[in-house]
């Protein structure tokens, strides 16, 4: 009975009940959407620097990380590049050859790193052969083919098959210089390698600087399963000596993006959850004092306190009841929709891009979220009723007859 | 044997700022059948002394005894199940609660006693029928006329034999056809239940019906006849 009076009880205002209904909707609703934009966001964000970039694991000599350059030289790299083949866990290997160095059109200079890759390995590890977006792949070049980023053509206002001249040291100091043709130019999804790296064969910077062609001072695995990352890790180091780093220990951002995230998806529930709270106490109080009369009658026919407490509990409950599952509903449908035709943010995309972020965005949301917004909802509403709830038992059973 | 006992009460209202005796050193025994009105002007205190006879209102001073319980030993949720369990009200304006029907509006005092469900119906079915409004029985207040509703509010104090029933001035909104009507019914259920009845009133046509009338004045008895 008292399910079924506080069921009628919240009809009897139904313009009021239909706000805090459409409230709720509202509050729900926004964060599903918000968390399911704000994971792709992430989820992007994370992809490509893993995928375009850092790879899973990445192997150095123990002293780079302290002094970069062409001192420091991989072990026994041809044995890393074996493991690379033969551990199951591996999709593919890069060894790079990295030297800081000087690049200059006709018109200027820029202070880049030059990346020495074996084009095929890059290819599989990074990607980078799909990221061009114009010329070829270091293909059929009598001189020297270099692949640079849309970002550094423009600033040295170069375009394909220009001729730049590229400055390193070698290993004893000595400088030289080498005329390469931009054989083509890519578009990175890491903001990193847009901004400094460019790219050409470790064969001819092996020649140039006069190394042997095992000379790597960076070996990048990409894995098949992130989730094998720290396994493949402990394996490798225990063939080598030199330093194995995954991409959590390279890039702390991975963690911190993590962090920021969950952090703010709390916030923001927290901000939402809180204004709803201040909607139900406001719509309950007033709820309880338009029946001043009704609930001092009750009380002096016989209903006792914790009833009339209850009564504005289930009341509550029943409307976070209807307005929970509609606003789970109507997220649920909105990032489901999106998921499939993507939400097109190309107006923003400059801006995205900087963070190595993606234009359009598929929200994704974990399930466990909807049965978790479902008792934070109901909990709110509780929490709203208990105030307007005490006020309704503090009423005097006189009022019923005084208040006439 | 008394169902009430009031010995020596007063009611002092505002006692702190401007103290207003409302009810002043007055006694009176009621007995179980009693078809008793408390009449007196406006002002006089009849409310205030339904109210204290009610368990709603403390006394100032003196004790008020129903069915052998002195009220005033019991604590909040006690007096509340006291009254639950003893007391049936019949309020001027009805006050019945809006969302529910006639017939539901009959059952809530049962059903918070969680009686049978059967004994409920049954007793809802009987008393629908002796206050006439059977046909009226799934409207809510609202659809129904004063006179109808100030019926529900009776079958309401009615439905689970109370000792007795207080009803202040419950013909007040009532035009005197529904009145004669009303206290048809209530000096119906008196001779048939033996249900006791205290009721307030200003009204003669009521006080004629009486079989015995308390007069106030001043919160004091001025006089206590039997009519027969
Ligand atoms: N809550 C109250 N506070 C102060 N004075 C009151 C209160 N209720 C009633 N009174 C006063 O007590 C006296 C008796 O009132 P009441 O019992 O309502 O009389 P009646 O019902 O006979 O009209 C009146 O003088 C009235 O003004
Ligand atoms: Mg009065």
């Known amino acids: 009975m008292m399910l079924s009076l506080a069921w009628k009880n919240i009809w009897r205002s139904k313009g009021r009940s239909f706000v805090v209904i459409g409230a709720i909707v509202i509050g729900v609703w926004s964060l599903i959407f918000m968390f399911g934009f704000y994971n792709s966001f992430i989820e992007a964000l994370s992809r490509n620097s893993l995928y375009h970039d850092f790879s899973h694991i990445q192997v150095h000599h123990k002293g780079y990380l302290t002094e970069p350059g062409l001192a420091f030289l991989l072990n026994r790299s041809e044995e890393l590049v074996d493991m690379g083949a033969e551990v199951p866990e591996i999709l593919a290997t890069s060894g790079r050859l990295i030297i800081n160095g000087m690049i200059a059109s006709p018109k200027t200079n820029l202070g880049i790193q030059v990346y020495g890759v074996h084009p095929t390995d890059e290819a599989q590890v990074t990607g980078l052969e799909e990221q061009l977006v114009e010329g070829n792949y270091f293909e059929n070049s009598k001189r020297y083919p270099i692949l640079i980023s849309e970002k550094i053509a423009d600033k040295l206002k170069v375009k394909l098959r220009s001729k730049l001249i590229l400055t390193i040291q070698d290993a004893q100091a000595n400088i030289t210089s080498a005329a390469f043709i931009v054989s083509g130019i890519f578009h990175s999804k890491s903001p990193r390698i847009n901004e400094s790296v460019i790219y050409v064969r470790h064969a001819d910077v092996v020649q140039l600087i006069g190394l042997d062609d095992q000379s790597y001072n960076e070996l990048a695995y990409l894995l098949r399963d992130t989730e094998t990352t720290d396994r493949v890790k402990v394996n490798i180091e225990s063939k080598t000596e030199n330093l194995l780093r995954t991409y959590r220990e390279i890039a702390p951002e991975f963690d911190m993006f993590e962090q920021t995230s969950a952090i703010t998806k709390q916030m923001i529930t927290f901000i939402i959850m809180l204004a709803l709270l201040f909607g139900i106490i406001n719509a309950m109080l007033m709820s309880v004092l338009e029946r001043t009369k009704e609930i001092g009658m009750l009380r002096s026919i016989g209903m006792h306190k914790r009833k009339i407490f209850l009564m504005i509990l289930f009341e509550t409950c029943i409307i976070s009841l209807i307005s929970g599952p509609l606003g789970l509903l109507a997220g649920f449908a909105t990032n489901r929709y999106l998921s499939i035709n993507g939400l097109n943010l190309s107006s923003y995309a400059g801006a995205l891009e900087q963070y190595g972020a993606e234009a359009i965005v598929y929200p994704s949301i974990d399930y466990a979220t909807y049965p978790l917004l479902m008792m934070i909802v109901l909990i709110t509403a509780l929490l709203g009723a208990i105030y307007p709830a005490i006020k309704a038992t503090r009423l005097k059973p006189l009022e019923a007859i005084r208040k006439i | ?228």
């Open chain 2, 1 to 228: 044997m008394n169902v009430i006992e009031l010995k020596n009460i007063s009611k002092i209202y505002n006692p702190d700022t401007i103290p207003v005796r409302a009810v002043n050193n007055l006694s009176l025994q009621i007995e179980q059948g009693e078809f008793t009105a408390i009449v007196g002007p406006s002002g006089c205190g009849k409310t205030t002394l339904l109210n204290m006879m009610g368990g709603l209102d403390p006394c100032t001073q003196g004790s008020v005894t129903i069915s052998g319980v002195a009220i005033s030993t019991l604590n909040e949720s006690e007096l509340t199940d006291f009254r639950l369990k003893n007391i049936g009200f019949v309020f001027q304006a009805y006050n019945l609660i809006p969302v529910l029907t006639a017939r539901e509006n009959i059952e809530f005092i049962m059903v918070l006693q969680k009686e049978d469900p059967k004994v409920i119906g049954d007793r809802v079915d009987n008393l629908l029928k002796r206050m006439g409004i059977t046909e009226q029985k799934d409207r809510r207040p609202s659809e129904l006329s004063g006179g109808q509703q100030q019926r529900v509010a009776v079958a309401r104090a009615l439905a689970s034999h109370p000792k007795f029933i207080l009803a202040d001035e419950p013909t007040a909104n009532l035009d005197s056809e529904a009145t004669a009507g009303l206290l048809e019914i209530m000096a119906q259920m008196n001779k048939d239940e033996a249900v006791t009845f205290v009721f307030s009133t200003h009204d003669q046509r009521v006080i004629d019906k009486a079989k015995r009338v308390i007069t106030l004045n001043d919160g004091a008895i001025v006089s206590d006849e039997i009519h027969l």
